[in-house]
């Protein structure tokens, strides 16, 4: 997740720069984990594999459906409504227990699973993705501090344009018909490859700009192109100097209007968003967002921003403060 506050010191000298972001962001992170928690808690009790259909649907009669309800009440309790013994409920807690436990991972487990796993979102800024040893790190809270101004918005919007791109692979088989892999070129056909990873955007300030984010995206694509084509023309040229008859043309990427049009418009789909102005509209979405990860196959999350709520709900402290 990677959220944005100003960094100036809108608070004067009560608070220090960006303390009052900072322990919102805080304040967030720990949402995340109680998020975590509930997940966890709300694991539909039939998937739990040790109990029997039978136990599964006596369970059901008694409105426990989810794993965390199971210990909302007493051995004794369970008991009678389950006519089980109180043994044999100590063996199902156990069981659903065993189930919803964190997995324990050796750390040669968490190593192959990182191979195969990205660890950050390449920022395409190369002197900005070298000093972060690749771009955004993948699986943490990231925030981006800066003056009013100095461009935080158009950086998550950058981020979540590439978060959704096509990649090079999708682009050459939605080229023109004629090209190696090309196919249809009838816009209904172009988004079958499309990258299907999502983008949540909370936007508190009402910043949010569609048609930006979309200008963006097309201006990739364009450059993507544009390198992609170059490169083949090179290799080829390489190839007739030393003799080598190879043509790399059948790589080349050409798309229609249509095309483009349909492959920016499919990406901007991608990205939902969230007009949050509150403190408490963004934690209470926040809370229940682990639903939408999944259904959307969320690969970002953008607060832009923590400090324009800490302002609205927090400003008045100094000034109380002050006048006391």
Known sequence: MLNISE?????????????????????LCLVVLAVRRQHIMNKPIQRVTALNSATIESLRKNKITVCGQIYEY??????????????AVRSVILDISNYIKPR????????????????????KLHQLDLH???????GTITELVGHAGVGKTQMCLTLAALATMPSISTLLSTSLPGKQGGRNSHPNNILDDINSGGVV???????????????????????IIFYQNMS?????????????????????VSLTKDQLDELCKNAVKHVTVFTLPSCKEVVERLSNIQRLIIEKNVKLLLVDSVAAV???EYVIIPYIYIHI
């Open 201 to 223: 955007y909370i936007d508190t300030e009402q910043k949010f700009n569609a048609t930006r984010l979309y200008e963006i995206i097309q201006e990739r694509i364009k450059s």
């Open 7 to 27: 960094g100036q010191n809108y608070l004067g000298s009560v608070f220090p720069p960006c303390s009052i972001a900072s322990h919102t962001l805080f304040g």
């Open 310 to 312: 800490a302002r609205q």
């Open 104 to 123: 324990r991972e050796t750390a040669l487990e968490l190593l192959k699973h990182k191979e195969h796993v990205p660890s950050y979102l390449p920022t």
């Open 232 to 252: 083949n023309l090179d290799s080829d040229l390489d190839a007739g100097q030393t003799n080598h008859h190879v043509n790399n043309s059948n790589n080349n």
């Open 132 to 138: 972060l040893k690749g771009g955004i790190p993948a």
């Open 74 to 87: 007493s051995e004794i309790f369970l008991a009678e409504k389950l006519d089980l013994n109180v043994h």
